[in-house]
């Protein structure tokens, strides 16, 4: 069995919205497994400055960090049987005529070894199940089941080799000519008629606006989340906003600044910085299963890390005159661009307090990986304040201003905020709680996904996942076990190179542990993350229960199956 989510993939794809120039690079290796892979800075090839599509080049560092994703897996394929691309005579993934023809339907029952493992490119249906079984790391490979694997194939660049495409006819039987659903389109006066074209690797959530999230397997193959495969939280419809026309108002109580894009850029030394942005809705799909609650049924890939580059908070609020130590206000605010239909903006807020003492690390990015920041993710500024909730990283930022009052936005007061498991819709009061900021601990097992069937008589299991921390507080541990949380063992933790007071990123974790004897059938695996404040994660999610199913950090659970072995 795969993953739901996996599952999910399969009706998300649109060519429309998926007609990039991939331009990646076709360097893969069937056993490299790099981490840390470095974003190369690159030529981005914006017209008229404008970050069109999430640049591919991105996808280098997946493709150099992908093990065995369906074209590698090919090429490794190709490389042993030595067969040679001059034996067909037709392109592949068009028509052949002498073969059945199915429907996407008949496409996505085959998603198992037991129902065979089936995956389309173009109009080719081929059965990969004999590829998948008993070839390591074909987890991913797995994620195309039951549907397209053009995403993946374009992500990692593999199409550009030339041979691998006629090797997968072999496993060709059969002709799709549906086009996939959700090609149509909206229609023009649609207010998200006007979004920009996504990934159809990411796991939509909902639609209109777009909020999504990357199959969380992927997110452990890379310290630095590529921009395509970060997930996306929209509330409303994505800005079109023209690079040359916009600008940045920082008001004091004498003067507003206005800054434009290139003063931005131009006027302030450049500050990176490496940091999650996370939802504080991630994970929240644990705890609808105790109770159902209310917002987007996220998984666990509702988090990203990426290197963020801009002016610094503090060196734009002097330029504009305001004085962040001698103020008298006691908040911050910033305000987006998208607005509702009644025209109010997306805005958040911090306390001043937080404001003073992250003005050299709080960035006023236009960079995201090296890259102008796409669309989807605040182009061409956001604000990014490390180690709190995603919902006060405004994107799409407009002004910056001192207030006496929070921000007066929904999201400020009447949403992102935390309460007890007794309080629900009927006494609720918001007012009495306080805005959610730097987030508890948390940690996921991105690989294996949930429900992996892992190979025949299997003794051991190697699990990789991600830990964070709010706050800047860096992870000093992460525990793993395989009996559902009776013994433990260490993970081997990836360096981030920050330091654990500001921790600002996350940390990768990876961990070899042995399945308990005799233990055919399912097996639970856990994770669990320590920060330096030595905070844990709470062992059950029914404790943290809460109306908004936010702060969703329990012990990260999820079952795999060892079938017995034969032997
Ligand atoms: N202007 C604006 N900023 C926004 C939002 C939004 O809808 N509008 N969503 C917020 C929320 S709730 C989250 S979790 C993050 C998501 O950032 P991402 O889409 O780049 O992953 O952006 C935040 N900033
Ligand atoms: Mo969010």
């Not at 331009?23 to 840390?36: I, K, T």
């Not at 005579?89 to 429907?103: A, H, M």
């Not at 550009?160 to 659903?181: D, F, H, T």
């Not at 909902?206 to 999230?213: G, T, Y």
């Amino acid at each position: 069995m795969i993953s739901t989510n996996s599952g999910r993939i399969l009706h998300t794809f649109s060519s429309r919205v998926w007609n990039h120039q991939h331009r990646c690079l076709p360097v893969f290796s069937a056993s490299c497994r790099c981490r840390h892979v470095r974003l190369a800075s690159t030529d981005h090839g914006s017209r008229d400055g404008r970050n069109e599509t999430n640049n591919t080049n991105t996808f280098l560092a997946s493709a150099l960090g992908a093990t065995c994703v369906v074209g590698a897996t090919l090429y490794w394929k190709l490389r042993h049987d030595k067969l040679q691309a001059a034996e067909l005579d037709y392109e592949p993934g068009s028509i052949r005529p002498n073969l059945p023809t199915y429907s996407l339907a008949d496409v996505s029952k085959h998603k198992t070894k037991d129902a065979g493992i089936w995956v389309t490119y173009k109009n080719g249906v081929y059965d990969i199940t004999e590829y998948v079984t008993g070839h390591p790391g074909g987890s991913k490979i797995l994620l195309a089941a039951g549907g397209s694997m053009e995403p993946y194939w374009n992500m990692y660049g593999v199409h550009k080799q030339s041979g691998i495409l006629q090797i997968a006819e072999q496993y060709r039987i059969g002709n799709i000519v549906e086009k996939p659903a959700g090609s149509e389109g909206l229609s023009a006066d649609n207010p998200y008629a006007n979004d920009p074209p996504r990934s159809p690797i990411l796991i939509p959530s909902s639609r209109a606006p777009f909020n999504a999230e990357p199959p969380a397997l992927l997110l452990a193959e890379n310290f630095l989340t590529p921009n395509d495969l970060f997930y996306i939280r929209n509330h409303l419809p994505v800005p079109d906003i023209d690079p040359r026309k916009y600008s940045l108002e920082v008001q004091g109580s004498q003067k507003t600044a206005v800054l434009d894009l290139s003063g931005l850029r131009k006027g302030f030394k450049k500050k990176s910085v490496a940091a999650v942005v996370m939802c504080a809705g991630n994970r929240r799909s644990e705890m609808v299963r105790i109770k159902s609650v209310k917002g987007l049924n996220w998984g666990a890939a509702a988090i990203g890390n990426a290197n963020w580059a801009g002016a610094t908070l503090n060196d734009v609020l002097k330029h504009s005159g305001i004085d962040l130590e001698g103020t008298e206000k006691k908040h911050l605010v910033f305000e987006g661009m998208d607005k509702g239909p009644e025209g109010s903006v997306y805005g958040a807020s911090i306390p001043i307090e937080m404001a003073r003492s992250l003005k050299d690390e709080i960035v006023i990015a236009y960079e995201m990986n090296g890259e102008p920041i796409p669309r989807d993710h605040g182009y061409p500024v956001r604000v990014i304040i490390p180690g709190i909730v995603g919902a006060r990283q405004v994107k799409w930022l407009n002004k910056i201003y001192l207030s006496d009052e929070e921000s007066e936005c929904h999201w400020q007061r009447r949403d992102y905020k935390g309460f007890n498991s007794s309080i629900d819709w009927h006494n609720v009061d918001f007012d009495s709680s306080v805005a959610i900021m730097q987030l508890p601990v948390i940690s996921a097992i991105c690989d294996p996904p949930e429900g992996t069937e892992l190979e025949e008589g299997s003794d051991e299991v190697t699990l990789r996942g991600y830990a964070w921390s709010g706050g800047g507080r860096g992870i000093v541990r992460v525990d793993v076990s395989a009996d559902g949380g009776k013994t433990w063992q260490n993970a081997e933790l990836k360096p981030n190179g920050q330091s654990p007071y500001r921790a600002w990123a996350w940390t990768l974790w990876e961990a070899t542990i042995p399945i308990p004897e005799g233990k055919a059938g399912d097996v639970e695996l856990v994770c669990k993350a320590v920060d330096v404040s030595y905070n844990v994660q709470p062992d059950s999610v029914e404790g943290i229960w809460n109306l908004r199913g936010v702060l969703s950090n329990a012990w990260h659970r999820i079952k795999v199956t060892v079938p017995p072995s034969s032997g």
